[in-house]
């Protein structure tokens, strides 16, 4: 990954972050639905619970309870996995491999 794509990146998950802790983050128009199927999103990525978990930085228990419903996710991971339902391929294309 090249200087400016790890700084996006970078910027973009301060930014999440700020975003989480309600703070304004100009410019920054996102809508994340009330409930997040991370089921269907990580089945849209076409990887396994572990090597979606890998991926996205979260214990794949934490996955397991997501996807059935135990427990929704919150914050940037929220944030995340609204824009992986829109691009399953993301964190792939930003970070290289999964897991």
């Not at 400016?4 to 983050?25: C, K, P, W, Y």
């Not at 994340?32 to 849209?44: G, L």
Request: zero cysteines; glycine letters at 8%.
């Amino acid at each position: 990954m090249d200087d400016r794509t790890f700084n996006d990146l970078m910027r973009s998950i301060e930014q999440a972050g700020a975003h989480a802790r309600g703070e304004a983050v100009p410019g920054m128009h996102l809508h994340i639905p009330r409930e997040i199927d991370v089921a269907a999103i990580r089945k849209a990525s076409a990887l396994s619970q572990d090597a979606f978990a890998r991926a996205i930085g979260v214990a794949v228990g934490t996955l397991r309870n997501w996807e059935q419903r135990r427990r929704q996710p919150e914050g940037p991971a929220r944030v995340l996995l609204a824009l992986l339902e829109k691009n399953p391929r993301l964190v792939e294309e930003m970070l290289g491999q999964p897991g």
